[in-house]
């Protein structure tokens, strides 16, 4: 049996051709991304856009939930790669000031006695307190597990160069 050869990879001139192989490999990349989703356990979110405009997309899970969960990790890696080792003393005045905002809100409100829209303003006060903490927490996460393993590197090279 004869085997094909390699693809060359570049543009499709012909539209017809170019919109066939298209939807052909986007067919692939998605049982592709099933596949790897159902067999390691993994979160896959996948969009893809055609040469038209339309939007083509698979997720393993809530695509909603996906996006929230790369905004996150990708916030405090922003803050890891600008050097922010530790919460500023701005980062710490605006906790706090929310904080606070939700403190004077439960005060001066009664949950089961305000209106909607009393408590669309808590809730948001208590997502942007929820979003910014949990951006704190795994920032901090990444920075202690990026020193345990500067940490451990350095210490079996140590012992490398010991024993040699």
């Known amino acids: 049996m004869a085997r094909r050869g390699r693809v060359q990879l570049r543009r499709i001139e012909d539209k017809a051709s170019r919109q066939v192989r298209f939807s052909k490999r986007r067919a692939g990349l998605f049982k592709k991304a099933f ?23 698979y997720s393993s899970s ?34 706090h000031s929310r904080l606070r905002d939700i403190t004077a809100w439960s005060l001066q409100n009664n949950a089961d006695e305000s209106d909607a829209n009393q408590l669309e303003k808590l809730e948001k006060l208590l997502t942007n307190a929820l979003r910014d903490t949990k951006s704190k927490k795994m920032l901090a996460k990444q920075n202690g597990e990026g020193s345990r393993s500067r940490a451990n590197s350095s210490g079996s090279r140590g012992q490398e160069e010991g024993s040699a």
């Open 62 to 95: 809530s695509i909603e939930g996906t996006y929230d969960r790369y905004q996150q990790f990708a916030g405090a890696r922003r803050d890891l790669n600008e050097g922010s080792t530790s919460i500023n003393s701005d980062e710490n005045a605006s906790i």
């Open 35 to 57: 596949e790897l989703a159902l067999l390691c356990d993994v979160e896959v979110a996948l969009l893809v856009f055609s040469p038209v405009g339309k939007l083509y997309e």
